[in-house]
């Protein structure tokens, strides 16, 4: 399996298209996002129709809904728009899924401490953000993303922008990951 690249963001506000890494370079670990409830699986995008792996994860998570997204200027209306709407900072009240089958992007999430990670998708690349977390999405400058988008029952795409800490979701995401993250491993 692939390691997804993630890292910690710098605090510009230029183009949101660029990487953004903080100097000297910050990566975040697998690990890490684990922690803060993100999950990734790097798998073959050239055979996702017949795909036993990604059949076993959308069963295993009751993931029923599935379609196809392609995000640049040629293929989307208000394409600007849109992405300034993607890149404001949201939660949701369901896991966001999505699987990268051509081009890349950039998921931000914010951690404990409220800094931005930048996690780098690439085709083959599946992520899943909690219900919950603050997040935000941009294509990164090949301005080309193919997506997978997956879902449980029927899609709601409702964005809740910041802040939004008395919203249920969130609530629930912090009781599940805020409180385990940075407190300290007992000694065995």
């Known amino acids: 399996m692939g390691i997804i690249e993630a890292w910690f963001m710098d605090d510009s506000h230029e183009n949101p298209q660029l990487p953004h890494h903080l100097n000297p370079h910050e990566p975040v670990s697998p690990d890490y996002l684990a922690e803060l409830g993100v999950l990734h699986w790097k798998l073959n995008p050239e055979k996702y129709e017949n795909d036993e792996e990604l059949d076993k994860i959308r069963a295993d998570r009751g993931y029923n809904y599935m379609d196809l997204l392609d995000l640049c200027p040629e293929k989307v209306e208000n394409y600007e728009q849109k992405l300034k709407n993607f890149y404001t900072e949201h939660i949701h009240a369901d896991e966001e899924i ?28 599946l992520i899943i953000l909690p219900a919950g977390i ?33 919203h249920p979701a969130r609530r629930n995401y912090m009781i599940n990951f805020g409180q385990k993250m940075g407190m300290p491993l007992e000694a065995h």
């Not at 890349?104 to 930048?118: A, C, M, N, T, V």
């Not at 941009?138 to 964005?159: C, H, Q």
């Open 98 to 125: 999505r699987y990268c089958l051509e081009g890349s992007g950039y998921f931000d999430i914010r951690d404990k401490q409220d800094r931005w990670i930048r996690i780098w998708i690439k085709a083959g690349d």
């Open 134 to 166: 603050y997040h935000r999405f941009t294509l990164d400058t090949s301005n080309y993303i193919k997506l997978m988008r997956l879902f449980v029952g029927e899609p709601v795409w409702t964005a809740f922008n910041r802040p939004q800490e008395e």
